[in-house]
């Protein structure tokens, strides 16, 4: 591999990173004529010829990478991964099927299929592949995930929770695992347990961006509507919206707390009216 491929690949990843896409094309594209076995840049070539919409482009573009190494794991994997983006997935289930043929024990390769086959909804098929990979290795963080959810899709809640926990204990800080407990947690309507691990996500979530944030504190508003504590709700309900303005439900989450809040006042005052009517005649009396 030669260093000035690499350094131009380097380069157009950091246009890649800010979304940059043209750019990071031009320097992928010089990788490439400085060392055509370099594979890295025909990937992310593709991928930013998909951002642009050029599908038809992004599948030429890894094919070249397939014609210096025709059986290049990571080159098939995401041809399958563009191709299932188009909704072809038979073809995309054939390229991940030569991986597996080229290298019979890869995890990444088992966890592709598992991603295709639930794309497909052929969910015990998936679970098969998801399966096959942890044997391989139980500590592969995204085929782990990928079970969890799918044990929580097919309402499989307890082992779901099990899974969950496992990936807490490998990675001890891990915001979509708090997440997923959550939301789990939420269905079998334990909220306060719901709430606990919102709270887990808020701790670690120096990665999340704003709409990710606003996810939360809406979801953790609901839950507290839901448990009839109107104002911390609405408080969340107002940071939600704060992080992502253009959500209308979140607004309508809003309006929703403050009728709440307004018809307890009404309810209150009038209670207080009365109260005050009683003294008063006592009073006269």
């Not at 070539?45 to 014609?67: M, P, T, V, W, Y």
């Not at 991940?96 to 890869?106: C, F, L, P, R, V």
């Not at 782990?144 to 899709?153: D, E, F, H, P, S």
């Not at 439900?249 to 307004?262: A, T």
Request: hydrophobic letters at 40%.
């Amino acid at each position: 591999m030669k260093k000035e491929a690499v350094k131009y690949f380097y380069e157009g990843l950091s246009f890649f990173d800010k979304k940059e896409y043209k750019l990071a094309l031009f320097y992928f594209d010089r990788s490439i004529e400085t060392d055509p076995n370099f594979k890295k840049p025909y990937i992310y070539k593709a991928e930013c010829l998909f951002e642009i919409g050029e599908h038809s482009s992004a599948i030429n573009a890894i094919n070249k990478g397939l014609l210096m190494n025709s059986n290049d794991k990571s080159l098939l994997l995401a041809k399958a991964e563009i191709l299932s983006k188009l909704g072809k997935n038979k073809e995309a289930l054939k390229c991940i099927d030569t991986a597996i043929m080229n290298d019979k024990n890869s995890v990444s390769a088992y966890n592709a299929k598992a991603n295709l086959l639930i794309t497909m909804g052929e969910y015990e098929s998936a679970m098969y592949w998801l399966d096959s990979a942890l044997e391989e290795n139980p500590y592969a963080l995204d085929c782990l995930y990928n079970k969890a959810l799918l044990l929580q899709g097919l309402e499989r809640f307890d082992e779901a929770i099990d899974i969950n926990k496992k990936i807490i204990e490998i990675e001890k800080s891990s915001p979509l695992a708090f997440y997923n407990l959550a939301v789990i947690y939420y269905n079998l309507q334990d909220y306060e347990q719901s709430l606990y691990y919102y709270d887990k996500v808020l701790k670690s979530s120096s990665h999340l961006d704003n709409k990710d944030l606003a996810v939360i504190y809406n979801n953790i508003g609901y839950i507290l509507f839901i448990l009839k504590k109107n104002r911390e709700a609405l408080l969340n309900f107002e940071k939600a919206i704060k992080l992502d303005s253009e959500n209308v439900f979140y607004k309508k989450n809003r309006e929703d707390c403050l009728k709440k809040l307004k018809s307890a006042s009404r309810k209150s005052n009038k209670n207080g009216r009365i109260i005050f009517m009683k003294n008063s005649n006592q009073k006269k009396r």
